[in-house]
């Protein structure tokens, strides 16, 4: 089993930034991806992004040039940094560990972009 809490969600303004943390433990060894996911009310869960643990990483097309995924392998943290945020980014962000053939989630971080 893979343990994971994310932190750093909150209310923040139309160009904003804020950054999301999601600290893994538990079976972390043959994690092969983290990333995040989003979930805006109404529609389904989408890709954000991820990286793998070589440090390739992918990324939704709506958030290319602001989002920032990393990885710190020493602390099994995964951090998401969001630049110019807008509301269309609103949502709950989930964490995602990826072993092979075994998924695991976090509990989910709200991000609310608003003015």
């Known amino acids: 089993q893979v343990q994971l809490v994310e932190s750093g969600g909150g209310l923040v303004q139309p160009g904003g930034s804020l950054r999301l943390s999601c600290a893994a433990s538990?079976?972390?060894?043959?994690?092969?991806?983290m990333g995040w996911y989003r979930q805006a009310p109404g529609n389904q869960r989408e890709l954000v992004a991820r990286?793998?643990?070589?440090?390739?990483?992918n990324y939704a097309d709506s958030v290319k040039g602001r989002f920032t995924i990393s990885r710190d392998n020493a602390k099994n943290i995964v951090y998401l940094q969001m630049n110019s945020l807008k509301p269309e980014d609103t949502a709950v962000y989930y964490c995602?560990?990826?072993?092979?053939?075994?998924?695991?989630w976090g509990q989910g971080t709200q991000v609310t972009v608003s003015s």
């Open positions: 995602n560990a990826e072993h092979p053939g075994l998924s695991y």
């Open positions: 538990g079976s972390i060894f043959g994690i092969v991806y």
């Open positions: 990286i793998h643990i070589d440090a390739t990483t």
